[in-house]
């Protein structure tokens, strides 16, 4: 999957976005993270037997961008189309690149420009095992409609009830 000597050079990051019944989205999010100015970003859509026109859609998106790929599978629900997608990462993406991280997308999100800047490389390149970023509540055009709880930057103890201290 890795296609080019300036994305071989940057850690890989896979975004996996489970997809069930949302035509009306997905494309709007698959374009918000292949909009990044990180380059070096793939997106695997799982398609959880939508009945809505949502695979025929994450087809389509496919023969756009070949950074995205697409897996169709029986409604088995949402945890098990992001296991799918981890699957797949771990089959399809072994040693295409120095270091890969895997993130997460519903497909009736997205994400503003810059979530993933060129900086985001250094970031990765610290070896993290886990790496939060902030959200907050936006409307359908990305503005931003509450305040995000705030978290200060850099390593954090505490595991996962740090996580969700942070994350309400």
């Given at each position: ?72 599978q029986r409604n088995t629900g949402v945890s ?89």
């Amino acid at each position: 999957m890795n296609k080019g000597n300036n994305r071989s050079r940057q850690t890989e990051i896979i975004v996996i976005i489970p997809v069930y019944n949302c035509e009306r989205y997905v494309k709007e999010a698959t374009k918000s993270v292949l909009a990044q100015p990180y380059r070096n970003i793939f997106i695997v859509l799982v398609d959880d037997g939508s009945t809505d026109g949502s695979g025929r859609l994450c087809d389509e998106l496919v023969m756009e961008s070949d950074q995205v790929v697409a897996l169709h599978q029986r409604n088995t629900g949402v945890s098990a189309a992001r296991n799918a997608g981890i699957e797949y990462v771990f089959e399809h993406f072994k040693g295409s690149c120095q270091a890969q991280y895997i993130a997460f997308l519903d497909a009736d999100d997205g994400w503003v420009s810059g979530f993933f800047s060129d900086g985001t490389d250094e970031l990765l390149k610290k070896g993290y095992d886990l790496i939060g970023f902030q959200s907050g509540y936006c409307d359908a055009k990305l503005r931003l409609r509450g305040t995000p709880c705030e978290m200060p930057p850099g390593p954090h103890k505490g595991g996962q009830d740090n996580v969700w201290l942070h994350g309400k």
